[in-house]
């Protein structure tokens, strides 16, 4: 089990930073937020003010932060060169522009390499839109969350929320939708399912039912099972 490897995929909104983090700490692996990792460049790219647009630019920024994901008090803190921006990362500024940040195949290179490295030291369970596919092809598990987009919205309002951020609910599904249309019809690793993956519709489901059928695939895996 120590070296076990999980992907799991989804759109934005399917639970998937929740979920893959509890299975690592069930499973006792190393849980990697690559979200959170497009989020700090985005972060950066913003603070930096530089063009979202240019890619060489943002390529290079990427490779030469120094990006860093601790485990933290209820989750993972995020580092940037040295300073801790876990709740930087999370406004409504950063996440709408984030998607444009996160197409672009020269930080994907970056990235994509940086996460590698990280799952190489040991077991994994890692979350994102491309991990099945591109990241961990080879990942021993594969899931592929899903919900509606009704609840998806549902859960991202009640996030910013507590976080303090006043967010109209309609405007957010409109956002996640055209999210999940630029996710599904980038050039560079769109998001789709691998094709060995386990689809689990989250919707209507508690994190606890989602958690426990991860769990129960990542040992049917490790036992042999089906």
Known sequence: MSRLSVAIDGPAGAGKSTVARRVAAELGLTYVDTGAMYRAITWKTLQENKDPEDEASVSRLARDTDLRLTAGKGGVDVWVDGEKVTEAIRTPEVTSQVSRIAGQAGVRKVLTDKQRAMARQGGVVMDGRDIGTQVLPNADVKVFLTASIEERAQRRHLELVRRGFEVNP?????????????????????????????????????????????????????????
């Not at 691998?194 to 426990?212: F, Y």
């Open 170 to 226: 309609e405007q957010l599904k409109e956002e996640i939708r055209n999210r999940d249309e630029k996710d599904r019809n980038r050039e560079h690793s769109p998001l789709r399912p691998a094709e060995d993956a386990v689809h689990v519709d989250t919707t209507g489901l508690s994190i606890e039912e989602v958690v426990q059928s991860i769990l129960h695939l990542c040992r049917s895996r490790v036992s042999g099972g089906e």
